[in-house]
């Protein structure tokens, strides 16, 4: 399984951004996929998930701000940001995982949003 992230980048505080992770390769059915992130310094943490059947949990740092939605016909998760904090800063990673626990990692995505 191969997942590619795209839609990182630059924004101001307050403004907004959505990624989206394609999946490729061996896709099966009853997947998580999902967002991490890792901030400099810091180390990586869950951002949200979501069920094959949509649905979906946040961690506190994303709660209210982020949705995460995903196009099962496309393999394809978002994760839709907004306002946008500073420490919102991140690399984010998109994840594919399977019921066995089996866990796929995407090359990252930069957001960065300045001040």
């Known amino acids: 399984v191969q997942l590619q992230a795209s839609g990182g980048g630059l924004v101001q505080a307050g403004g907004s951004l959505r990624l989206s992770c394609a999946a490729s390769g061996k896709i099966f059915s009853n997947v998580i996929m999902g967002w991490y992130r890792q901030a400099p310094g810091k180390q990586r943490e869950l951002v949200a998930t979501i069920t094959s059947g949509g649905s979906t949990r946040y961690e506190d740092s994303g709660k209210g701000r982020f949705t995460i939605s995903r196009d099962n016909r496309k393999n394809t998760v978002y994760l839709q940001m907004d306002e946008l904090k500073t420490e919102d800063t991140a690399v984010y990673f998109c994840?594919?995982?399977?019921?066995?626990?089996?866990?796929?990692w995407g090359k990252g995505t930069l957001v960065t949003v300045s001040s």
């Open positions: 994840i594919a995982e399977r019921s066995s626990g089996l866990r796929y």
